[in-house]
């Protein structure tokens, strides 16, 4: 059996609760990792820049379908971000970071990469289906447009269908936050299988809510500076992201 198999066969244990702190940790780490590999850093986060600007294009052109095309973005940053977890975790052992062994690596993982990819596709998909009962649309439909959700918010909407939409969008964010917090790491790291990564996630969220919640506030506050600037910073800020989310797993589940 290979090493990676028995790596992958290994208990789950995570640390005991960290630090408020650590989260500013994390991020400091992403910086300082950003720095010691700029090239293969700039690579992800031109390719994520790129990708939020032509699903913006997308939906102007087919605005019925914004909501789908903004669900797919989440997943191809997730993928993005497993390149990045890969380029650091080459930095950790010494050698040099190579996106082409990069993808060799991602490649042999693929089989739960993709099945963790395909329950993120489920999720959004329910999203998407949860969403259409607003407007009644039919199976099958297009989902609502960008415009048509934005205009919930303007006044005209019912206060109830208001809070039905912010309610099930903000129980969708939690739970893709807490069954991937430190999932793809583990999966690119260990080939752990994606039940098994769901379940160590979820676990370290509970363990670490505090330092968690203040996590997923740094995640949403960087990521909203990135939006305003049309996602030029993202160039940047993607993966130092994606980097502290590498540090934020090895701080929180033991590697060892």
Not at 102 to 108: D, K, N, T
Not at 160 to 184: H, P, R
Not at 188 to 214: E, F, H, K, Q, W
Request: proline share 5%; charged share 10%; hydrophobic share 60%.
């Amino acid at each position: 059996m290979s090493a990676e198999a028995l790596n992958a066969r290994k208990p789950l244990a995570g640390r005991p609760r960290v630090d408020l702190s650590e989260p500013l940790d994390w991020l400091a780490a992403g910086f300082g990792t950003f720095r010691a590999a700029p090239g293969a850093s700039l690579f992800y986060g031109v390719l994520f820049s790129l990708a939020c600007l032509a699903v913006l294009g997308l939906a102007r052109e087919l605005p019925g379908f914004a909501v789908a095309f903004l669900s797919g973005l989440l997943l191809v940053g997730q993928l993005l971000a497993a390149g990045l977890y890969t380029a650091a975790r080459q930095l950790e052992r010494g050698r040099p970071v190579s996106i082409a062994a990069g993808v060799g690596l991602l490649l042999r993982r693929r089989v739960h990469l993709g099945l963790f990819a395909a329950l993120l596709a489920l999720i959004m998909l329910a999203w998407l289906r949860l969403s259409a009962l607003l407007y009644g649309l039919p199976a099958g439909a297009a989902a609502p447009s960008m415009e048509s959700y934005l205009g919930l918010f303007h006044g005209g909407g019912d206060p109830w269908v208001v809070l039905y939409f912010t309610g099930i969008g903000f129980l969708l964010a939690v739970t893709v936050f807490v069954i991937s917090a430190v999932a793809i790491p583990l999966i690119v790291d260990r080939d752990a299988g994606p039940l098994a990564a769901v379940r160590a996630s979820a676990r370290v969220v509970a363990r670490n809510l505090p330092a968690m919640t203040i996590w997923a506030a740094f995640i949403v506050a960087l990521t909203g500076i990135g939006i305003l600037t049309f996602f030029a910073a993202m160039v940047v800020l993607f993966p130092v992201l994606g980097y502290a989310t590498w540090h934020s797993y090895r701080g929180l589940v033991d590697a060892g």
